[in-house]
């Protein structure tokens, strides 16, 4: 068990604080510590695992930030590495630089970088890929598909197998690196598009990219599958500093909470009694729900902290730095996840040394989008629904919440037949039916003894 990554960047300043002859908030010490001073001269000695000054390039905050992460995601572990800061501190930067197709080598962000990486570690010599990549944004405690804008109310889910979920998100297979960004250009296009439609600014949501690296062994057939999920986090200024009014007040109040469960659930994290298991509040907000297998210790995570170098955003630096210091105590474990779905063999990665199937699109003639199954959210409706008929609503909910925390509902079908979705949902209920029975007989005996 170990700690996540936990380093701080600061962007140079920008042409406003250098007019100001801005003297700047921060001494540096060595590339782990600096001094840093509040708006009122006091200091404070602050360490992460790495500190990348105003001069720092990009490649190198890919190289220790997200290259170690990407390798163990190739090798069927789960990653998440998220930027975290007040608006304009550098995040969307840090994640993709001046642009996701900007060629410029220097400039590029981790998002394209990543990309680079996770192709360039794949080993052809035993192992077969299938890359997905899904992008959904989170705006207003709502999480919105960018690759299909009319889903803008995905559901998130926990599959015992498979963690995390979002069921019915488009899923986007991707064969190479150079598809792979025309692919996130279009999602990063269609938050354009969505903000001009609800006139939002994207700091006023979290942007979340999702790659899924499946690996099928050519010996024995074995599956295992790694997630990666990159955070460019929205603004977590004070909403009285921005003077946000009206909606915009209400955004900033929904990011805001957001932001805070992030911290509850950090704080719960690493403020829990050792030996006991505390209750974390994964669930308050979407971004912590979406973020629970990458907090609870089955990712390697690495979050960065991003800040303005300006002594006039102080505050603002000092609560991000302050958020990170508590965040680098979370443990995490991460483990190999094994799977039993099938690669789709007709969009897998193989060796590009003469195999034709690299490269190959999809028989259909659309060669890139594959929604993931919905089945698994609609039986789930139709086993509720049938409990319903049977038991009043209190119970309904409470066993629906207990099976989706044992993994039990929501499991999505290997094979999307019908007949086996019939199947599930048949044996789904009949297994509910008896545990509700055996309650009933256990809840009675109870009663007896309390009456004797
Ligand atoms: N490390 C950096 N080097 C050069 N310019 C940067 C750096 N970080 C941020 N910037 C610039 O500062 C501005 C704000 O950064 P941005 O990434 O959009 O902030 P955020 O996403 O946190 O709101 C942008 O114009 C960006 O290009
Ligand atoms: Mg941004």
Same mark, same amino acid.
């Given at each position: 068990m170990s700690n996540i990554t936990v380093c701080a960047r600061f962007r140079p300043s920008n042409t406003q604080e250098k007019q100001n002859n801005d003297s700047g908030c921060i001494r540096c010490i060595d590339t782990e510590s600096f001094i840093f001073k509040d708006e009122k001269d006091e200091e404070f000695v602050f360490s992460f695992d790495r500190v990348f000054y105003e001069k720092s390039e990009q490649a190198d905050v890919y190289q220790f930030l997200a290259l170690p992460i990407v390798r163990d995601v190739v090798d069927a572990l789960n990653g998440t590495v998220i930027t975290y800061g007040q608006t304009g501190a550098g995040k969307t930067y840090s994640m993709e630089g001046l642009g996701i197709l900007e060629c410029d080598e220097q400039k590029k962000g981790l998002l394209p970088r990543v990309v680079e990486g996770i192709f360039d570690s794949l080993n052809f010599e035993d192992k077969i890929y299938s890359i997905k990549l899904s992008m959904v944004e989170i705006y207003m405690e709502k999480v919105r598909d960018l690759f299909d804008l009319s889903k803008d109310n995905i559901q998130i889910k926990e599959s015992k197998? =498979?963690?995390?979920i979002l069921p019915g998100v488009t899923e986007i297979t991707v064969l190479d690196p150079a598809e792979t960004l025309q692919s996130l250009s279009r999602g990063i296009a269609n938050r354009a598009v969505g903000e001009t439609q609800m006139n939002v600014?994207?700091? =006023?949501s979290h942007c979340i990219y999702i790659f899924t690296i499946q690996q099928e062994f050519s010996s024995d057939k074995r599956m295992r599958s790694g997630k990666l999920i990159l955070v460019d986090l929205a603004g977590s200024e004070k909403v009285e500093k921005t003077g946000a009014e009206g909606r915009v007040l209400e955004e900033a109040k929904t990011i805001n909470k957001s932001l805070s469960a992030l911290g509850n659930v950090i704080n719960s994290l690493t403020c829990g009694l050792q030996g006991k298991a505390s209750h974390i509040p994964y669930r308050d907000s979407k971004l912590t729900r979406i973020l629970q297998d990458a907090l609870g210790g089955n990712a390697r995570t690495a979050l960065l902290c991003c800040c303005s170098p300006s002594a006039l955003n102080a505050p603002e630096s000092l609560s991000t730095l302050r958020f990170g210091v508590r965040a680098k105590h979370i443990k995490a474990s991460p483990r190999v996840n094994y799977s039993e779905e099938k690669c789709d063999n007709s969009f897998s990665v193989s060796s590009p040394s003469g195999d034709t199937s690299f490269g190959a699109s999809s028989p259909s003639g659309d060669t890139s989008f594959s929604a993931s199954s919905p089945s698994g959210d609609e039986s789930s409706a139709t086993i509720l629904n049938k409990l319903r008929e049977k038991l009043n609503a209190e119970d309904v909910k409470l066993l629906e919440e207990v099976f989706i925390q044992e993994g039990i509902l929501f499991e999505p079908p290997s094979v999307e037949e019908e007949s086996d979705i019939e199947e599930l949902i048949l044996r789904t209920i009949s297994s509910l039916q008896a545990a509700v029975e055996e309650l009933t007989v256990t809840v009675n005996e109870v009663r007896t003894i309390k009456m004797c």
């Open positions: 197998s =498979r963690g995390i600014a994207s700091s =006023r």
